[in-house]
RNA sequence: GCGUCGGUGGUAGAGUGGUCAAUUACAACAGACUGUAAAUCUGUCGCCUCCGGGCUACGAAGGUUCGAAUCCUUCCCGACGCACCA
């Protein structure tokens, strides 16, 4: 491929939205991709990445791979509005401490897919420039130390970390413009920076955005910090415009779109060079209905073991079959629309497009050897219905009852469950390859079971 | 601040003194069928049980009653209307 077909498939392929309308992002990602600063902007609480996370990250690793400069935004601030429990003062040497130790869990996820070296990403939060002086106590133990040079020597004053430049001593020393980034000017947004730029901003412009028209439809309430949300966010475009220099793209799942979309606007009052923005679509989760998110339970996280990665692959619905492969896998988008007219002829078992699938996505986040073994054990268990090769052992103690057993585990809820699984025969005994059907069942022994189709467990007895 | 309505199981949402562990839908789990897919059909879906029943639950705490998710009081939370302020 040469280098403008692979811009080309970048600016396109999972793409919902790429707005760059005079051009201006792709002629400098074609002449200066190293200059080139992306935004993409991050919940602070969100350990678990998933598959469907993954398909903006490995967006971003190809404009790394040109030599672009990702940064994360974390929306610690504009979340910290939200969170009901309405916590209004800020500690801010807690909650940096807080949010980098949530960012190293997240990188750690993510370094399986991004660079992360200086010159290619660089994560900053917008509490930098949201907090405000008066908003912030001094947490348990805060030293806050006047240094005065006073002819020569050094003294060190102590300053109430509660007094007012106490307060300012710890915001600064909590800010990452100038502990991350030294830089010696910093950029902050205060109310009357807010409220100037909503001077520009009419209501008719915020309620476009569908949800809000959605719920204004329903007769639903539409709060004001919700409806401001989307200028915040283009405030914080506007900020990093200003701290790394540029804010050339934005990138979010196609959710976001309109959010994105602000941030042009707000940097267009200031004067700015607009930036692009890119949506990209959003990948449904395993019921092949609703978005895939941890919350509804319908997702492939990236740190899956590759049996649990494969088998949760080969669950999906065939009708998101296509998706997956043009969303989560590397497989040239031509070969993808030969999938997708395969998926039509009635000759070919969907079976083994899916499992081709299952291969490609455990291959991306383990390895191909994994990937081979995944599918191989998959088809052993499932196919042939064989049992598995590494299945979860717990220890018991002969004489106990099983259903003690596995409620102590956490293998079941209760013994009520139990008993229901059992009258139901979905309890099986793979050692001599019946279905217990005794709710007194003891232990006597080693015991291998099934539960349902796919929970095996090996009792190993003392 | 005044007033009105409301807070029920994972979610939505019935129930307004006993027949309520609580209709129904969705989600979930299991069985059948399959390609561990989807769809469909069937069953289950608070905990414990010697399968007789027992225990804990309808925002919180008290009370009335033989008996309360249901009535009363106080409190907490939410929505709405009005007033006040701008």
Redo the contacts with the bound molecule.
């Keep these: 491929m040469t280098t403008k077909e692979k811009i080309d498939e970048m600016l396109t392929r999972g793409v919902g939205e790429f707005i760059d309308p005079d051009g201006t992002f792709r002629k400098k990602l074609t002449e200066s991709p190293e200059k080139i600063v992306i935004k993409f902007g991050i919940d602070p609480t969100r350990p678990d990445i998933h598959i469907g996370h993954a398909v903006v990250l490995h967006k971003l690793r190809q404009f790394q791979d040109l030599g672009c400069k990702v940064i994360f935004l974390v929306g610690d601030y504009t979340g910290q509005i939200g969170d009901p429990t309405g916590k209004s003062k800020i500690r801010p040497e807690i909650q940096l401490t807080e949010i980098q130790n949530n960012m190293k869990t997240y990188l750690d996820q993510v370094g399986k897919i991004l660079k992360e070296d200086k010159a290619v990403f660089s994560w900053i939060k917008n509490s930098d420039w949201f907090t405000d002086v008066f908003d912030i106590m001094a947490g348990p133990g805060s030293v806050t130390n006047v240094e005065i040079n006073e002819n020569g020597t050094t003294k060190s004053y102590p300053l109430d970390p509660n007094s007012l430049p106490g307060k300012a001593i710890l915001l600064e020393n909590s800010r990452m413009q100038k502990i991350d980034l030294h830089n010696s000017e910093i950029t902050s947004v205060s109310l009357s920076g807010v409220l100037r730029t909503l001077r520009h901003i009419t209501h008719s412009r915020l309620i476009a955005r569908d949800m809000f028209k959605e719920r204004i439809q329903k007769g639903e309430?539409l709060y004001m910090h919700e409806m401001l949300y989307p200028v915040l966010q283009g405030l914080d475009s506007h900020v990093l415009e200003k701290v790394y220099g540029s804010c050339d793209l934005e990138i979010g799942g196609t959710d976001q779109t309109f959010n994105m979309l602000m941030g042009r606007d707000v940097m267009k009052m200031y004067k700015q060079v607009e930036q692009a923005v890119m949506s990209v679509k959003i990948l449904e989760g395993l019921?092949?209905k609703e978005k895939m998110s941890k919350s509804l339970?319908?997702y492939i996280g990236i740190t899956d073991e590759p049996?649990d990665m494969?088998?949760?692959v080969?669950?999906?619905?065939?009708?998101s079959i296509v998706n997956y492969y043009e969303l989560c896998t590397g497989t040239p988008l031509q070969e993808v629309e030969e999938i997708k007219n395969k998926l039509t002829d009635s000759s070919i078992?969907?079976?083994n497009l899916?499992m081709k699938l299952g291969y490609e996505i455990v291959k991306i986040y383990h390895s191909a050897d994994l990937a081979e073994k995944s599918q191989h054990d998959?088809?052993k268990?499932?196919?042939k219905g064989e049992t598995p090769e590494d299945i979860k052992e717990i220890q018991s103690t002969e004489g106990e009852l099983l259903?003690e057993v596995l409620?102590k585990h956490n293998i079941l809820?209760?013994?009520?469950?139990w008993?229901?699984?059992v009258a139901?025969?979905?309890i099986?005994n793979l050692s001599n390859n019946t279905n217990i059907t005794d709710?007194?069942t003891k232990v006597t022994g080693d015991l291998t079971i099934k539960?349902?189709?796919?929970?095996f467990i090996k009792i190993k007895a003392k």
């Design positions: 309430e019921d092949g339970d319908n049996g494969y088998g949760k080969m669950s999906i619905p065939d009708s078992n969907p079976k899916k998959w088809e268990t499932f196919s259903s409620v809820p209760s013994k009520s469950e008993r229901r699984l139901s025969n979905s099986h709710v007194e539960i349902g189709k796919k929970n």
